[in-house]
């Protein structure tokens, strides 16, 4: 079992900047997929971006140049900065986490973000 806790949501002004963190606990495999997804209001879930245990990055193209995952593997935390964030970012933003070993996908309980106009 792996649980994992999400933080850094909030309300902000269009064009601020938010950084969310997820640590993982538990029975944590060494080798792992670590990142986020989101769920706006009406739409179903999406990539956003994740990163491997050995750097490997993946991002969404309609957040590339704003958003950066990053990751502190000692800590088990893998950080989303946010930038010159849009209404449209609006969404609750959930945590996962990818065993490479067993091929299993943990979710945390999400974190709600929202930017106003």
């Known amino acids: 079992q792996v649980q994992l806790v999400e933080s850094g949501g909030g309300l902000v002004q269009a064009g601020g900047s938010l950084r969310l963190s997820c640590t993982a606990s538990g029975a944590i495999n060494s080798l792992n997929m670590m990142g986020w997804y989101r769920q706006a209001p009406g739409r179903e879930r999406e990539f956003v971006a994740q990163?491997?245990?050995?750097?490997?990055?993946n991002v969404e193209d309609s957040v590339k140049g704003r958003f950066t995952i990053s990751r502190d593997n000692a800590k088990s935390t893998v950080y989303l900065q946010m930038n010159s964030l849009r209404p449209e970012d609006t969404a609750v933003y959930y945590c996962n986490y990818h065993s490479f070993e067993t091929r299993y996908d943990y979710w945390g309980q999400g974190t709600q973000v929202t930017v106003s106009s």
């Open positions: 990163m491997s245990h050995f750097g490997s990055t």
